[in-house]
């Protein structure tokens, strides 16, 4: 990796270091271990907080539930993409709320990470954007509003190479079947003056395939707006530890990286079992500009 791609220069400045994220590895296990013995999931949960437990740098345990071993799949995650000529394709960063992924908290187990995928990468399938290159992941948060636990929201977010257009808008309302919905936000990713092109994609990579998930809580000001309607606000708070106990047994069904979601792209271990790896995209040489084709 040459000097200018130096990961360091892409990582966000408050990218987790290896002590914190052990330490929240030390705190999952905790949360696990204290789910009440009536908890249904509890003998899972308490299958997850071992293999945590057992987890470390000479033998990682490779569990999506573990914050130690996301930190260093994501470390690998950015390495590859620096690494590979996906770098110089142009890309718009995408975060969309699909319908019917909301689930009441309590009930998380009943989401199936593998199958969500498949019905998402199905609904671009069938669009225009079939061919484009997608680099995404699944997010989740626990939706709160005025109080009132609204539920497990997972939503997808993602880099998709192509330009800012009304064209692209549409194709993804229509890939998801959303009309004008809100619950779309799309930015092309592009240097300005205060921020750095690397920064920029440093930090929808990382965001792409998080480490931290929390409580999304809305509420209403006491101010209203200049027009009468109330004004909501939005603020991101910690899980409480049998919330965390909650998602962390349910992601401890799954293997390190299988939150992510790509499309037109692969990734290839470095060797067996291994969380280095390498992105490759047969299509990448058509979408970047003559001179990088090269
Ligand atoms: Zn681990």
């Known amino acids: 990796m040459s000097k200018t791609h130096a990961l360091k220069n892409y990582l966000p400045v408050k990218f ?20 009440r013995p009536t908890d249904l999931s ?21 569990v999506e539930a573990c914050p130690r071993c996301r930190r260093v799949y994501r470390k690998s995650f950015v390495k590859a993409f620096l690494k590979s000529e996906l770098q110089h394709a142009i890309w718009t960063r995408v975060s969309i ?19 969500i995928i498949k019905r ?40 998709i190479n192509r330009p800012l257009t ?17 619950s779309f936000s799309f930015k092309e990713i592009k240097s300005d ?12 990579l990382t965001y792409v395939y998080k480490n931290g998930f929390n409580r999304r809580s809305s509420y209403y000001e006491a101010r209203l707006k200049r027009d009468g309607s109330p004004r909501i606000n939005v603020r991101s708070l910690p899980l409480k530890a049998h919330q ?19 499309r037109n792209i692969k990734r290839l271990r470095a ?24």
């Open 244 to 262: 965390l106990a909650e998602l962390s047994s349910w992601l401890g069904k799954y293997s390190v990286g299988d939150r992510l979601f790509l």
């Open 120 to 159: 998402l990468n199905k609904n671009i399938q069938r669009s225009n954007l079939a061919d484009a290159i997608i680099i995404g992941g699944i997010d989740i948060s626990l939706n709160v509003f005025e109080n009132d636990v609204q539920g497990w929201q997972l939503h997808l977010y993602f880099l």
């Open 271 to 294: 060797a067996p079992l291994s969380m280095k790896f390498s992105l490759q995209s047969a299509l990448i040489k058509q979408s970047l500009s003559p001179q990088k084709r090269e």
């Open 42 to 62: 509890r003998t899972h949960s308490m299958w997850v907080a071992r293999i945590l437990g057992k987890c470390s740098k000479a033998r990682p345990c490779k």
């Open 193 to 204: 003056k205060q921020t750095p092109l690397q920064k920029h994609i440093g930090r929808a």
């Open 16 to 35: 987790e270091s290896g002590p914190q994220a052990n330490d929240q590895r030390l705190a999952t296990i905790k949360a696990l271990r204290k789910r």
């Open 97 to 115: 709320i699909p319908d019917g992924l909301l689930f009441p908290e309590g009930e998380l187990k009943n989401a199936n990470l593998k199958a």
């Open 166 to 182: 009304n064209t692209l808008k549409t194709s993804i309302n229509d890939a998801f079947n959303k009309g004008a919905d809100k």
